[in-house]
């Protein structure tokens, strides 16, 4: 019996979550966990059995998972377990019955638990309760943290960027009022050896940041006397953040302004500034360094050569616990800054005066969604009176194009199939893109609906968003009342499938697996399908979920599996494309899920699962 026990410990402490139950829960498990052979073919669970009565961890073998209807096994709706995996926990956690068949499909022999005493083990273990209800986040965690032991080389610090503002404050703010003096201010600031004073009023509320930068641009070079009042020279209305504020929301709100401290605040009160060195504390490269560096360029050549740097401090960020939705976001922001810049300086060689345009980022920049490698998708709308198009549009063109160029010269590869502002059918004012995607609309053409998956997510980044935004609701609008357009969609995105076989398992061939089209598209474009038809102004994937679920339009135990399984997707391509980086390859999409550990390879297949459910149930939507 002891041989016994010990043999299945050993096991168990070879799969999550087992591997990690707190002594007790392991020590109650082991002895009531009873062993069953299945032969080849045998069922183990049955829809028409009633409620679940057992928990079942697969020791050996293999379990497939099949609807009960044969047709629906042909057409893919079966998955396979493999050992170390478990089932059927939904059933037990409802008390109702499996809604599918479990067959072993050869000989198996499974570990089970009695529904009580599984229920025993959930109230017992934190770690077993927490994997039963949340199954892939929890997993993905488990990933998670096992990256950042490995980047951190068994260093504290891991996850500091989800860490509250509030709990990275280590000392009072420096402050005055804003009528206080220049010599006032700076002497406050020698004795307390800080870099920056907030002004604020008598309820302690931030009304202005004075910065050494500001010291040398504003007094220095000015030769103001020190007897000048801070409010003349400070930054007025300063930037705050809530000490509830993740810590990567800090450095995002920096990325995106161009800041080096962010004020922090409870209840509208100062209670600390941070600096970016107390956010990012592992890496001598600055997020303010490279993006002051960007907005300070005067030749797209010195644009280049900051974005270069992106890969290293993005590998910093990871290190230290950002989200992979986070860092995507964070890559946009500097991408944004580069080409504002990039505007900015070729302006000034082009007769462009006078002409009121927005440039326009569509895809993935659109979404904020940009991985550390991407290509152009960017057009212009542009506002001119009727008749005149042609004649503004001959104007633009030429800048349009040398701005591509640019790009192009930062390392954003011009695009493929031509979604580029310096391409005349991207360069439009506001009537003719709303023609334009009222047509794909009501037309609906193959190449109509590959258009609609790019230019449909689409944001400002330079100009008036007034006109953008107005686009977006007649897009909306025109989509959620026809429906067979969403339909097309719907159907289309179908083509991009995840890469299950007939039983669940990861087909990878000799190329491996492009996780960028078999892996996010679908959940890119099937959460896209869901915003159109319930008109939720979001573009960003993960906000659209979430405003499906306030919609009614989706269930949150769905959304939730999604966002795990979208997170780790997202991440294991920002790992692929930084290996491809440091190899100098160009596949930076394409994964190998062999050599993957077991652990990943198990949330791969899981996230894989989760891609083709959304698929299954716009399928029973659209009835396609």
């Known amino acids: 019996m002891a041989d016994a026990l010990d043999t299945t410990r050993e096991f168990l402490n070879t799969h999550a979550p087992f591997d990690q139950l707190e002594p007790d829960a392991l020590e109650f498990l082991l002895p009531r966990l009873e062993t069953r052979f299945y032969a080849s073919g045998e069922r183990i669970t049955d829809p028409d059995s009633g409620p679940a009565q057992r928990f079942f961890i697969i020791r050996q073998g293999r379990v497939r ?3 009960p209807s044969e047709d629906e096994q042909i057409s893919g709706k079966a998955w396979e377990l493999v050992p170390g995996e478990s089932f059927p926990i939904g059933a037990l956690l409802g008390r109702r019955p499996v809604h599918t068949v479990h067959r072993a499909l050869e000989d198996t022999i499974c570990l089970e ?33 096992g990256l950042l032991t490995r980047n951190l080389g068994g260093a504290g610090g891991s996850g500091q960027l989800n860490t509250p503002l509030g709990a990275r404050i280590a000392r009072d703010p420096v402050t005055c009022a804003a009528d206080a003096s220049l010599r006032e201010a700076l002497s406050a600031m ?3 050896r800080v870099g920056s004073i907030v002004a604020v009023d008598d309820d302690r509320r931030p009304v202005g940041i004075f910065t050494m930068t500001d010291l040398l641009a504003r007094v220095a070079l000015e030769e103001l006397p020190l007897d000048t009042a801070l409010r003349q020279v400070m930054t007025p209305d300063p930037i705050a953040l809530p000490d509830s504020a993740p810590g990567f929301e800090g450095i995002e709100t920096m990325a995106e ?19 970016e060195r107390d956010l990012l504390t592992s890496h001598p490269l600055t997020l303010d360094r490279l993006v002051r560096g960007i907005l300070r360029a005067d030749t797209v050549a010195t644009i280049a050569a900051q974005l270069r740097e992106v890969p290293r401090l993005i590998g910093a960020v990871i290190s230290q616990g950002a989200e ?17 810049r990039v505007l900015a300086l070729l302006r000034q060689e082009h007769d462009i005066e006078g002409i009121d345009f927005t440039w326009l980022a569509f895809g993935s920049q659109a979404r904020e969604e940009q991985a550390l490698k991407t290509d152009q998708d960017n057009g212009i709308l542009f ?46 004012s506001g009537p003719e893109w709303q023609r334009r995607f009222g ?11 590959l258009k609609s998956s790019i230019f449909f997510d689409l944001r400002a980044i330079d100009g008036d968003r007034d006109p953008v935004e107005a686009l977006r609701s007649e897009l909306l609008r025109k989509t959620a009342f026809n429906s067979r357009f969403r339909r097309q969609m719907a159907a289309n995105q179908m083509s991009f499938r995840p890469p299950l076989g007939l039983f669940g398992e990861i087909r990878s061939g000799s190329g491996g697996v492009n996780i960028k089209l078999q892996g996010l598209t679908p959940f890119v474009d099937g959460a896209r399908v869901i915003a159109l038809a319930a008109e939720l102004p979001a573009t960003r994937t993960h906000d659209r979920l979430d405003q499906a679920v306030s919609a009614g339009a989706m269930r949150a135990n769905d959304a939730r599996d999604y966002h795990a399984a979208l997170r780790y997707l997202q991440m294991l391509r920002l790992r692929t494309q930084q290996q491809a980086l440091d190899a100098d390859r160009e596949d930076s999409n394409r994964i190998r899920p062999e050599e993957l550990g077991t652990l990943e390879a198990r949330v791969l297949k899981e996230a894989f699962r989760q891609a083709r459910k959304l698929q299954g149930q716009l399928a029973v939507q659209y009835q396609l």
């Not at 109230?123 to 986040?137: G, I, K, W």
């Not at 922090?264 to 600096?275: E, F, K, N, S, Y």
Request: glycine share 8%; aromatic share 4%.
């Open 383 to 428: 506002r001119c009176d009727r008749g005149k198009e042609d004649t503004v549009r001959a104007c633009l063109l030429p800048y349009a194009q040398a701005v591509n160029r640019a790009l192009d010269e930062c390392g954003f590869d011009l695009c493929p199939g031509d979604v580029m502002a310096g391409n005349p059918e991207c360069c439009l």
């Open 257 to 275: 302004h161009g800041m080096k401290h962010i004020c922090v605040v409870a209840d509208g009160r100062l209670v600390g500034v941070l600096g």
């Open 65 to 67: 998972g099949e609807t």
């Open 439 to 449: 047509r794909w609309i009501d037309q609906g053409t193959p190449e109509h609906l």
């Open 190 to 192: 020698r004795d307390a």
């Open 113 to 145: 638990l009695s529904v009580e005493d599984f229920d025993r083990l959930r109230s017992r273990s934190q770690v077993f309760s927490d994997f039963c209800s949340r199954r892939l986040a929890s997993l993905l965690e488990r990933v998670h943290q």
């Open 324 to 340: 992979a939705d986070q860092i995507l976001r964070l890559i946009t922001r500097i991408n944004d800054h580069a080409t504002r």
